[in-house]
């Protein structure tokens, strides 16, 4: 899936609750975005809400690796939307590092 540069992305920060650790991947998400320019708008949401349909909502989605592995096992195996991992949520460089390898080669000049 490509991204359009200059374009806002929608993101999805999961967690398996819906409470204060999507929170937390949103803060550390938003700030990693802007840190490389990328305009978004990062949304929360409880894994259990997440379906095959997730792909009209989001154009990415970060989450920890239980989550990853368990609910959202088969949007990940499908390739629905891409799934970020995040091994340690509280880690910045670890935010930065992904947007930079892993979200930044996915956008494409329009």
């Known amino acids: ?29 938003e700030n990693a975005l802007r840190k490389f320019g990328i305009d978004a708008i990062v949304n929360v949401e409880v894994a259990a809400n997440i379906n095959q349909h997730v792909g009209g909502r989001c154009d990415v989605i970060f989450t920890s690796k239980n989550i990853a592995e368990g609910k ?29 390898h892993i979200l930044l080669p996915m956008f494409v000049e329009e």
Not at 16 to 26: L, P, R, V, Y
Not at 75 to 86: D, K, L, N, S, T
């Open 1 to 29: 899936m490509a991204l359009i540069k200059g374009r806002s992305i929608r993101v999805l920060a999961v967690c398996g609750a819906g409470m204060g650790t999507s929170a937390f991947i949103k803060a550390k998400c």
């Open 72 to 100: 959202l096992k088969p949007i990940v195996e499908e390739g629905v939307v891409p799934v970020i991992v995040m091994l340690n949520i509280m880690s910045t460089p670890e935010y930065e590092d992904k947007v930079e």
